[in-house]
């Protein structure tokens, strides 16, 4: 089984920076894209950024892109987004994303079988 656990989320100024991390436990060998989604109140989910098992082919929504910067550390089983010039629209809960089968760094949520719990990102103005 893989499990997916994300932290780094809190409350921060409009501007702020946070860094969220995603650990990857379980079978880590059978988890090649990686991406973060997101969330926010009565809005579909959405995607943020994806990575493939090299970090060869990276992907981000056009809405984060130069701020956002996503990672990984295959031998800390690690996934990171680190988010700087952050805006209240940035504002929801952030999931960690895994799958087992896709090796293009796909942005379509339905490609991604394994999951976190989510974790709540909240940028004041």
């Known amino acids: 089984q893989v499990q997916l656990v994300e932290s780094g989320g809190g409350v921060v100024q409009a501007g702020g920076s946070l860094r969220l991390s995603c650990a990857n436990s379980g079978r880590t060998f059978s988890v090649y894209d990686m991406g973060w989604f997101r969330q926010a109140p009565g809005k579909e989910r959405e995607f943020v950024a994806a990575v493939t098992w090299s970090g060869a082919i990276i992907y981000y929504a056009n809405s984060v892109k130069g701020r956002f910067t996503i990672s990984r550390d295959n031998a800390k089983n690690m996934v990171y987004l680190q988010m700087n010039s952050l805006k209240p629209e940035d504002t929801a809960v952030y999931y960690c994303?895994?799958?087992?089968?896709?090796?293009?760094?796909?942005?379509?949520?339905?490609?991604?079988?394994?999951w976190g719990q989510g974790t709540q990102v909240t940028v004041s103005s």
């Open positions: 994303a895994g799958s087992s089968f896709s090796h293009s760094g796909s942005r379509n949520y339905q490609s991604y079988n394994y």
